[in-house]
């Protein structure tokens, strides 16, 4: 399992991890791949924490970071907005509504030295934001630099060229934004499908993939949306892929940080479960499907604010059922991203025995292929 993304990024598997976990990023970066830390929501302070302590448990091997770098957003022409000038933009019936619906489901009040953000401050979105985070990651050995919501600004172009070999890398979700991405200088374009985790578009991948990849070759692209196993690998390659970006398979690893009433629901989940909604980030995110969903779908709800507005109205509400872990009303409420492919996710393993899982389904798929030529 060799692909020349593999010389690129300068790992043994070309099966690249998103995670929010640094734990994560480590033990699949140590397995042989990538791991990517999604730091759109940290305060550089706390990036600089994480990506030290990556360091230290990598020892050298490749890693990189994900930020949140849309085009479009509130606060865009002001230069972005910071936190008190978010919350005087939220409207009183947005607020009222999760207000009541916190009441309804009868969520505990946070103490009052909690977090109220947690990964939902998407206050960085804008230069005002995300330069700083800029700094801190590319005094950092990253080798890989993604823009998670649009084409990659032009200041973190220029520092990829000026860092030791680092890839700009940017999430696609239909051709159009994928020629746009290289326009602006992404060095590999990871096509994402609807059946995704997280933002996503709503084309499947099986489509998506060989679209991209004729449209910008030969620039490299990675698949996503719907792998987590050898098969689907293999699949992705077929298309024309390179290797793949996976997020989801990572949610119910031993390492990851997921809630255990969350886990517990992945682990029950089938890939029907899952549901696009903006009801988080203000843009379509594919989640589980829970109460929290159900609520901002009803005639009662109000339309689903901008970025990072939406965040911002619905942080302290998540932080507040995140807490409560197994209060039953937090349990009806309680979801997170993730993809269709959650149905697969069934047991827990560790990161290095997913990869194991996947070089060896592989492998397997590959000696088929080549029984059936042999055979004709």
């Known amino acids: 399992m060799h692909t020349p993304i593999c010389d690129q990024l300068g790992i043994e598997f070309p099966i690249v991890a998103f995670s929010h976990c640094r734990d994560v990023v480590a033990a699949v970066t140590n397995a042989g791949g990538l791991g990517i830390l999604g730091a759109g929501t940290h305060s550089p302070e706390h990036l600089e924490v994480e990506l030290s302590w990556i360091d230290e448990h990598v020892k050298g091997r490749p890693y990189g970071v994900d930020l949140l770098l849309p085009a479009k957003y ?196 089938t890939s029907r479960d899952t549901v696009r909604s903006r009801s988080i980030t203000g843009k379509p995110a594919r989640m589980l499907r829970s109460d ?23 942080a302290e509400a998540q932080m507040r059922i995140t807490h409560a872990g197994t209060h039953p009303g937090a349990v009806k409420l309680a979801n997170y991203f993730v993809g269709q492919v959650v149905g697969r996710l069934n047991r827990t393993r560790t990161c290095q025995q997913v990869i194991l899982d996947m070089v060896t389904e592989y492998t397997e798929v590959v000696e088929r292929f080549v029984d059936l030529s042999e055979a004709e």
């Not at 929290?292 to 619905?314: F, Y």
């Open 292 to 314: 929290w969903t159900s609520e901002w779908d009803s005639a009662s709800a109000p339309r689903t604010l901008p970025v990072p507005l939406q965040s911002a109205l619905i």
């Open 74 to 269: 509130e606060g865009a022409t002001e230069g972005g907005l910071d936190r008190e000038a978010i919350a005087h933009r939220l409207p009183a019936e947005h607020v009222a509504f999760v207000a009541r619906l916190m009441q309804r489901y009868d969520i505990p009040q946070l103490p009052d030295d909690a977090d109220r953000f947690g990964r939902l401050d998407m206050s960085p979105v804008s230069p005002l934001g995300y330069e700083p985070l800029l700094d801190v990651a590319f005094a950092h050995p990253i080798r890989l630099i993604a823009s998670a919501l649009g084409a990659p600004p032009a200041s973190v172009v220029q520092r990829a060229e000026q860092a030791d070999r680092c890839v700009v890398a940017a999430l696609a979700g239909t051709v159009e934004h994928a020629q746009l991405h290289v326009e602006q200088g992404a060095q590999l374009i990871v096509a994402q499908g609807t059946e995704a985790g997280g933002h996503t578009g709503d084309i499947a991948t099986m489509v998506l993939v060989p679209d991209i990849v004729d449209a910008v070759g030969p620039v490299p692209v990675l698949a996503a949306g719907g792998i987590a196993t050898g098969r689907q690998l293999a699949a992705a390659i077929a298309l024309g892929a390179q290797g793949a970006w996976c997020g989801s398979v990572w949610l119910t690893t031993d390492e990851s940080e997921t809630e255990p009433v969350v886990r517990e629901k992945f682990l029950k989940a």
